[in-house]
């Protein structure tokens, strides 16, 4: 298997590396407008959505399927754009954080 820091953000321009102890003080979901809300019905845990993510804000739950850190999540919408199946929308969230 693949470990996370094999894979995260590698070859990736233009996206900032934040460190998963520095997100986690960062709070950047007070930015957010619209959250992510993953449907498991629909997910294939491909993990796409975790490996995306430019906030580290992407957890994966002991079944495998991903799990939102509303603290650091900053709702941009990567996570939901590229999810093969459609598993994530994004809802309106104007309280963030
Ligand atoms: S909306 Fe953006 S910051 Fe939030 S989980 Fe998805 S990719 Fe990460
Ligand atoms: S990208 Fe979509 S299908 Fe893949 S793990 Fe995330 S929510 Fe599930």
Same mark, same amino acid.
């Given at each position: 298997m693949i470990e996370e820091h094999q894979i995260?953000?590698?070859? !990736?321009?233009?996206i900032p590396i934040i460190k998963a102890e520095e997100a986690k003080t960062l709070?950047?979901? !007070?930015?957010?407008?619209f959250k992510p809300v993953r449907d498991k019905k629909k997910c294939?845990?491909?993990?796409l959505c975790w490996q995306l993510c430019p906030e580290n804000a992407v957890k994966l739950d002991k079944d495998g399927y991903p799990i939102f850190?509303?603290?650091?999540?900053?709702?941009?919408?990567i996570c939901a754009k590229n999810c093969p199946v459609k598993a994530i929308v994004m809802e309106r969230d104007l309280h963030g954080g």
């Open positions: 995260k953000y590698r070859g !990736v321009k233009g709070k950047t979901g !007070v930015w957010r407008t294939i845990k491909c993990r850190n509303y603290d650091i999540c900053k709702g941009c919408g």
